[in-house]
């Protein structure tokens, strides 16, 4: 079984530097092989492995309410997989979370977060999924409820056509809280092949009112048999973007 298909994950709860006895999360998957959607057999990507392995390093991003009657979901997970970033940020930000994807895969969604559901509570975090298709990203989505917008929303492995950069923006712009607190956390591979694709994406994202706060680059262990570069980075909205959206 190649590391894309692996069943079990350790991700690092410590900081800075983690050792083989560092204390880690376990994160079941339920055998992702037998589910596609467009074209892509379901799978654990290196990306995810990568930002799910980096959250316990990041800013913790400030969940508290806005003020009331301005109620955001915690975190939302766009093209989520098989669910390993957003199970694990549920777990290490101690969090609700809803995992979303095309629906296809959301039966595997729903597994997954069944077969975690106990070591999340463990940590005080929770998940519910729902389909949440680019596309079309203003239809209610079930696990969020009435929730519409969601304070943090992560994104691993999601710009691999020429399409997704716009899609992904689309989603983006229509379900991260408006507020200086809101965070798009995503990690992709700096593949030749789709620089174009994420150069294209970091336009998008920058006219549509956002900025980068924090990046950074990570590969992944020998088990992936894999030397490609991963790219991370954290955004948030510029201050003049949300001065423009006041009444
Ligand atoms: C390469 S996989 C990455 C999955 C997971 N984030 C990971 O890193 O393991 C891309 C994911 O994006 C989803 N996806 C592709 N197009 C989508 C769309 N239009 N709306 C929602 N999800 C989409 C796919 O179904 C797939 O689960």
Redesign the pocket.
């Known amino acids: 079984m190649s590391s894309r298909t692996r069943l079990t994950f350790h991700i690092t709860l410590s900081t800075p530097t983690p050792t083989p006895s560092s204390p880690t999360l376990t994160i079941q998957i339920t055998d992702p092989r037998s589910t596609t959607?467009?074209n892509?057999a379901?799978?654990?990507?290196g990306?995810?492995e990568i930002l799910a392995n980096q959250l316990h390093r990041l800013p913790i991003p400030d969940f508290t309410a806005t003020g009331p009657g301005t109620q955001t979901f915690p975190i939302l997970e766009?093209?989520?997989?098989?669910g390993?970033?957003g199970l694990s940020a549920a777990a290490i930000w101690q969090q609700r979370t809803c995992l979303?994807?095309?629906r296809p895969?959301v039966p595997n969604l729903e597994a997954n977060i069944a077969a975690n559901r106990k070591e999340l509570a463990k940590y005080g975090g929770s998940a519910v999924c729902g389909v949440?298709?680019?596309?079309d990203p203003e239809t209610r989505v079930l696990g969020l409820g009435e929730m519409v917008r969601a304070r943090v929303i992560l994104a691993?492995?999601?710009v691999?056509s020429e399409e997704?950069p716009a899609?992904l923006t689309k989603a983006v712009v229509a379900r991260l809280e408006r507020g200086e607190r809101a965070r798009l956390v995503m990690c992709y591979p700096l593949r030749i092949g789709y620089l174009d694709h994420i150069r294209d994406l970091w336009a998008r994202l920058e006219d549509a009112g956002l900025v980068c706060v924090l990046e950074g680059r990570e590969t992944l262990d020998q088990s992936w048999e894999e030397d490609t570069p991963y790219e991370w980075c954290v955004w948030r909205w510029r201050e003049e973007r949300l001065q423009q959206q006041q009444p």
Do not use: F, K, R
Request: aromatic residues 10%; glycine residues 6%.
């Open positions: 959607a467009n892509l379901l799978a654990t990507w990306s995810s766009l093209g989520a997989g098989t390993l970033v979303t994807d095309l895969i949440l298709d680019w596309d691993a492995d999601t691999y997704h899609l």
